[in-house]
Structures are given as C-alpha cells and as structure tokens.
C-alpha cells in the first residue's frame, strides 16, 4: 500500500464539466471547480441542489455522466483510501451489534490485507481518534445506545482513523447538538492546519461565511465560488435561492436559510 | 440418568442423526447470523422452497436429491440477484416471484410421480433419522466449507452488512460479496433439509442468530452464541423426537423457539428500549 507516502501530502481536486444524476434525470449540470490543496471549503445551496449528489460524485458512490474528477491530479479510484466520506447519518443500522471502537476500526481496513486482522496499531489509532471527538469513554459501548450527536463523533473519528487526504462531510451541523458541532469544527480546523483538504455541505450559511476559507455555491451548476465575502454578495444568494425564504442583514449575513423542519 | 442420555446412541442411525442435527444446528445459526442482520429472512424462507423443483428432476431421473437441490438453489439466489440487481425491481418482489414459481413448478414434476407422499413429506419436514453415512460425509464436507467462506471473507461481510457506502469507497468486490453470500445461504438450506426440511429450514436460519442477537453486543459473541443455541435446539429437540416419538424437524425448530422466548424476556436489548 502506497497510500502512507502520502500522509502529509495535501490532496489537490479538479472536478470538470461534470454531469451526473439519478434514473435519467440529471441533478448536475456542467459542474467545474478546483479546490487547491489543504483548503477548507463550504459547499451552500438550497434544498435539491444537488450538494449530496456532488459528494457521491466525489467519493465514487454514483458515476458521472460526462466530465472528469480527478484527485491528485489522478481520475477517481487510483488512490483507495486517501478520501474520507462521513455520510447522513441515516444510511446506517444503529442496531447492528458492534461497539463504538469496531466502528472506527472499520475506518482501518483499507489498510488491511483481505485476510488481515486489524492490528494493535489500528486499534490504537482508533482508540486515539475517538478520544481527539472526545467520546474516548464511549469505546466499549454499542452504538445503539449513541445520540445523534454521538454517532456523528463516531463516524468523524472513524473519518480521522482512515488518515486522509480528503474528508468530505454530508451535512454534519444538521440534527446535533450546539457540543457536537463546535466538537466538529474544531477537528475541521484542526485538519486544516494538518493539510488535509476538506469539503463540507450545509445549510449554516453563517458557519460558512465565518468558518470556512472558501465557499462553493451550488444549484444544480456552480453560482459562485470563492471566499466567503465573493460569493454571498446579494445577486448571488438570489440566483441560488431564489424566492426561498432569505432576509439580507446588511451586506452579507444571512439568518436563517432554511426552516428547521427541513431536516427529512 | 446416564441411560436415558446414551440410549438413543445403541442405534447407529441415531449416532448419525445426531451429528447431522448438530452441524446443521451450528451451520444454520452461523449463516443466520447474516440473515437476520441483513433483514434476509424471507429471501431463506424461499430458497428452501425454491430448491423443491431441484429435488423433484433428481428424484425423477434418479440422482442424487441434495444436489438437485443444489443446483435449484443456486439459480433461483443468482436469478433474485440477477432481477434485483442496481434496484429494477426489489429484491423482495424479485424473491416472491422466483420463489413461488420454483415452488411451483416443484409441486407440479412431483405430483406427476405416482408414490411420492413419503419423499415429500420426508422433502418438506426433514428426516435426520434416515441420514445416510453418505449424506453425513456430504453435509460435513459442505459444512466446513461454508464455515470457511465466513472465517475467510468475515471482515468484508462485515463492512457490506454494517455499512455498504464504505464497502464501495474501499472498492470491496460488494456485488460479487453479494452473490457469495447467497450461494452460502443457498448451500446451508441446501443442508439443512436433511433435518428440519423445506418447510422449516428458515426457523432455523433465523430463530438462534435472532435470540444471539437479543443477548449481545458484538458479531463475534453473536456468532459463537447463535452456535451454540443451534447446537442445543437441535440435541434437545432430537432427545425430545426420540423419547416422545414426534417428528424431529419439529422438535429442534421448537426447542430453537423455547429459547427465543427467554432470550427475548431476558434480552438487555429490549429493556434497555422500554427504559429510555
């Protein structure tokens, strides 16, 4: 596995033209952009505008139509393990009888031989992972006895034992608690100055405007892309939300963006 | 005391019998495991049925039953696999289908057969006292087999049953991890008929690994105590069949429910949902 040459190589994204969708309906159309190594960027748009599909595009969950990503300056697929995807958290069995530690470890076994069992360092990484989302307590636990919040600290912990290059996080601030989402944007601050490259939807424009270097505004095609400041200008957000509920603050700010019960 | 354990044992289609109901008791509540996580326990119940028209050709022609069976088996998993694959129509639906028309197309090449009432019956509810030495040989053979698939592919099931997004991102063969999987539960049914038949082998499959699940916390010690409960449904129940004369398919799946019922009243699974 070559994958460990690249523990502190900053994983550069060049996405183009790229066209993608479910049963013949095409969700995006003609996306084009590039996140530099090492950048931390906010993914916005409405509801439907195709940011999940954008990640399983990215993580090689649903082909594209047309169009290329390539990490590393490589087409999808040639590096395994150096992308990270923490999902929703309702793709998952929360009754399946493992405990929180066999969760993360599971994050190991990309850099695991078939018939390897994981070592004392995979579980020591795991171990250390869960302690660094501050749930190092909750090791032995099943998962099915984790609150919301809980189980997104075990899904990024997993995320960190994988060691990647890339971490790409489908709505993390939806559905936790206020602990958890601070938990979460302290590791994402801290992979940053790690290096690593990191893409993260939400509905939080505030947390993308003061949190995050760069921010992709999406509906369905790119609107903006750039730093915060470029992107939420009041043309843009009308172009991407449209009549969707929005009251403009001054410049820039924007409350809230969606309604709380949007959250399915 | 001592005479009431080993009389059975004077006969030696005894002895065999009661191998054959412990690995098919073991075998079963290791691969139910699987079903019951996955939610497969229809697509069980049907492939015991589905193997019927397998077993109908071997009886016609003379063969050998269990791989008519088989080999009716293995198609009609890779045929569900085949309709339902990348989401066409659901799995479910594509089981119903197949299922009920193999079950079908069974009863019809047997009720073409003049003397079949014993067969059948013996098809549909098992017949562990009449294991051959061969059969015997057979279901070892295949049950290592089997058991080897799962100790060998164990962390890749894992990952497909848990969490089938990171089985795609570490690029795991899921599709074909899939199919095996089916082949295995197809072969352990396969097995299974000898002692609790066609129509109870699904109890079987499923009723130890579901009273495993409700008592622990991890897959390995799920495993082990699915096993374990297998083994002892199935010794029980033949002592039971044996001493009160009734069918010993009935006696195992029965005992195998006795133990479910007190796991589920014990289970800290279940107060641990009414409590919170």
């Known amino acids: 596995m070559e994958s460990m040459d690249y523990l502190t190589e900053s994983a550069h994204l060049d996405v183009e033209n790229i066209e993608a969708g479910y049963n013949g309906e095409s969700v995006l159309n003609k996306i084009s952009f590039s996140v530099p190594a090492g950048q931390s960027l906010a993914v916005v748009g409405p509801n439907g505008a195709g940011k999940s599909t954008l990640f399983k595009v990215l993580v090689g969950l649903l082909p594209v139509r047309s169009g290329t990503v390539q ?41 695991l031989k078939w018939l390897q069992k994981p070592r004392k360092e995979d579980f020591e990484i795991a171990l250390h992972s869960l302690e660094q989302m501050g749930i190092g307590d909750l090791a032995k636990n099943s998962i099915a006895d984790l609150s919301g919040g809980q189980q997104q600290r075990v899904f990024l ?16 601030f939806t559905g936790v608690d206020a602990s958890t989402q601070e938990t979460t944007m302290n590791l994402l601050e801290k992979l940053h100055q790690k290096g690593v490259t990191t893409l993260v939807s939400t509905h939080d424009l505030n947390m993308a405007a003061t949190r995050f270097s760069q921010v992709l505004l999406i509906n369905r095609k790119v609107i ?15 172009i991407g939300f449209g009549g969707q509920v929005l009251s403009m603050h001054g410049v820039m700010v924007v409350d809230e963006c969606c309604p709380p019960d949007d959250l399915r | 005391m001592i005479e009431f354990i080993t009389s059975p044992f004077t006969y030696s289609f005894m002895q065999r019998g009661f191998l054959a109901a412990l690995l098919v008791g073991v075998l079963c509540s290791v691969v139910g495991v699987y079903i019951v996580l996955r939610g497969m326990a229809f697509l069980g119940d049907a ?20 791989l008519g069976a088989i080999v009716a088996a293995i198609a009609v998993a890779i045929g569900i696999g085949f309709f339902s694959n990348e989401g066409t129509i659901k799995e479910d639906t594509a089981i119903g289908i197949l299922f009920s028309a193999a079950f ?10 003049r003397t079949y009432a014993v067969d059948l019956s ?5 017949n562990v006292l009449g294991v051959s030495e061969k059969d015997l040989i057979f279901t070892a053979v295949l049950a290592i087999i089997i058991l080897i698939i799962v100790a060998v592919n164990y962390k890749q099931f894992m990952v497909i049953s848990f969490d089938p997004i990171l089985a795609t991102m570490m690029r795991l063969p899921v599709q074909f991890l899939r199919y095996l999987m089916l082949v295995m539960l197809g072969l352990t049914v396969v097995v299974s008929i000898q002692t609790v038949g066609v129509g109870l082998a699904a109890a079987m499959l499923v009723t130890p690994a579901a009273s495993a699940y409700l008592l622990t916390r991890r897959l390995p010690s799920m495993m082990i105590v699915s096993a374990i409960i297998g083994a002892i449904s199935s010794v029980v129940g033949l002592y039971i069949s044996y001493y009160i004369n009734i069918a010993s398919g009935s006696a195992i799946v029965l005992t ?18 009414t409590h919170s």
């Open chain 2, 122 to 126: 013996h098809i549909l509810f098992g």
């Open chain 1, 224 to 238: 903006a892309y750039g730093k915060p400041e470029e992107v939420f200008t009041p043309e843009n957000l009308q």
């Open chain 2, 256 to 273: 195998a429910t006795l133990i479910f019922m007190l796991a589920f009243a014990f289970s800290p699974r279940r107060s641990k949902i």
């Open chain 1, 71 to 111: 990490i590393h300056g490589k087409p999808l697929g040639y590096h395994l393990d150096c992308v990270a995807y923490v999902p929703q958290r309702e793709a998952i069995d929360w009754k399946f009888p493992v405990t929180v530690l066999d969760v993360v470890v599971m994050g190991r076994f990309g850099k």
């Open chain 2, 47 to 66: 492939l015991a049925h589905a193997m019927l028209p397998g077993v109908a050709i071997a009886y016609l022609l003379g063969g050998n039953l269990i």
């Open chain 2, 104 to 113: 079908a197309l069974g009863v019809a090449l047997i009720s073409s057969i």
């Open chain 1, 157 to 172: 912990a997993r995320a960190l034992a994988q060691n990647p290059h890339i971490l790409l996080l489908d709505e993390p």
